[in-house]
């Protein structure tokens, strides 16, 4: 069995409407994988049924297990109880991984938010939060990210460097999925599914 994620026949549906229709894609290890198209077209459905989130309500997704996957959520999903440092190692931490405080600094600082790590979210801005979310998913190091607009809240000198940050990643053999409405951010993907109406219009290599 190879480590890709293995989508084969997806189709969801909530009630009487179709969301995702009948869908097979692969996200392959050492790769960026986009899934890009028109808002509601199904892109989040699918990548949280890729990611193990949600279930299908028929066909198959074959991927490992849930402790091999780390993610980066739409809104953050950051707990207000714990500061930027704690938050950043959750992830990390839930999958029994060792913290190393030079890896912490490392990542916060290629992020620009190095000073913030004490700092509660309340007290972040989106586009902080959003890079703690980042952090988050870098310092866990699982060999699976997936990504929900890692760049919606960015301006263009930080959405830089979180895209070099997950092209590092998918170079040093972590495959990672995500959803993006920004053209721009295609320039580091390798694979570009074009989903239209819950189904996939084309794969792009």
């Known amino acids: 069995m190879d480590n890709h994620i293995t989508c084969t026949e997806l189709t969801k549906r909530f009630g009487s409407r179709t969301v995702i229709d009948r869908l097979s ?7 960026v994988t986009a899934l890009v198209g028109p808002s509601g ?11 193990g989130l949600d279930r299908p309500t028929s066909g198959v ?11 980066i959520f739409q809104d953050f999903n950051l707990l207000d109880s714990m500061n930027a440092r704690d938050n950043a190692l959750l992830t990390r931490r839930l999958v029994g991984k060792r913290v190393r405080k030079k890896d912490v ?10 000073g913030l ?3 509660f979210p309340h007290q972040l801005s989106g586009g902080q939060q959003q890079r703690v979310a ?5 310092i866990a190091e699982t060999p699976y990210i ?13 959405t830089s460097v979180v895209l070099q940050s997950l092209r590092a990643a998918a170079d040093s053999g972590v495959a990672v999925v995500m959803v993006s409405h920004q053209r721009d951010n295609l320039r580091i993907v390798d694979r570009t599914v074009d989903v239209v109406n819950g189904s996939t219009a084309r794969v792009r290599s």
């Open 61 to 71: 997704v074959s991927s490992p297990g849930r402790r091999t996957r780390s993610f």
């Open 146 to 158: 997936f990504a929900d607009e890692p760049t919606a809240a960015l301006d263009p000198a930080s």
């Open 25 to 31: 894609v692969t996200a392959r290890v050492g790769e």
């Open 105 to 114: 600094d490392t990542v916060f600082g290629r992020l620009g938010i190095d």
């Open 134 to 138: 980042v952090a988050r998913v870098l």
């Open 41 to 51: 077209a199904g892109k989040t459905t699918l990548l949280n049924m890729m990611a």
């Open 117 to 119: 790590q004490r700092h």
